[in-house]
């Protein structure tokens, strides 16, 4: 049983195209992120969905939104891609109150624009 | 000055080896810390939480320095299977928050 699950595994696209990816967990968490890592492989986070609220959104470009119909899913839509949006975009989740706050991470979206 | 430091290696170590990493976190407020492993291509994978009485797991023990800031991971009779990056991770805020990535050890081991 898979417990963080990503669609697509690879995403390949034009410049000015809108893609979506998908993310559930069935480990019932109730939050869950998206983090992006870049070529250098630095990772860093882009959102956090908390029972349906955002709770953080980092200084990303506004193309990027997160969309999530319940607290098993949350969706990633890109508007107008930029050659700079290239990268592994990794969902995760996490239970919001301790004692453990660990994260557990999707498998990842390669994510190339040309 | 940057959040989480970690010496990016490679770390190259002869099978059966002791290696130790360290890590030093800028926000003295931060209150969860983690090591996860990466291998290549694949998604983050937690290896372990450190407490600051220090924990053990099998050839795994991570310890942590709040008065210095810093964590560490030591890794005893390292098998080839360990070859990965390891990432060290902080947690700062409450569990909403997301987690503040180091850029990451990467270790070799060789046979």
């Not at chain 1, 697509?8 to 109730?30: A, F, R, W």
């Not at chain 2, 800031?69 to 409450?94: E, F, M, N, P």
């Amino acid at each position: 049983d898979t417990a963080v699950s990503q669609t697509p595994k690879y995403l390949v696209t034009q410049m000015g195209n809108d893609k979506s990816i998908k993310c559930e967990q069935n480990l019932g968490h109730d939050t869950m992120y998206w983090y992006k890592q870049d070529s250098k492989k630095f990772l860093k986070i882009m959102f956090s969905y908390n029972n349906k609220e955002l709770i953080i959104n980092e200084t990303v470009p506004n193309r990027f939104s997160p969309k999530s119909p319940d607290k098993a899913h949350l969706n990633l839509h890109i508007n107008s891609l930029e050659l700079g949006d290239s990268a592994v975009y990794f969902c995760a989740s996490s239970h919001v109150r301790g004692p453990s706050y660990e994260q557990y991470f999707g498998p990842g979206t390669r994510l190339t624009v040309t | 000055r940057k959040e989480v430091e970690q010496d990016p290696g490679p770390f190259n170590v002869p099978e059966g080896a002791t290696v130790a990493f360290n890590c030093t976190y800028s926000n003295s407020a931060s209150q969860s810390f983690f090591w996860y492993r990466q291998d290549c291509r694949k998604e983050p994978k937690l290896l372990m939480s450190v407490y600051s009485s220090g924990n053990e797991d099998g050839r795994f023990t991570a310890q942590l320095n709040r008065a210095s800031q810093y964590i560490s991971l030591l890794i005893r009779d390292s098998k080839l299977s360990d070859s990965a990056t390891y990432l060290c991770v902080v947690l700062s805020g409450g569990g909403a928050d997301g987690l503040t990535f180091g850029k990451g050890t990467h270790l070799i081991i060789q046979p």
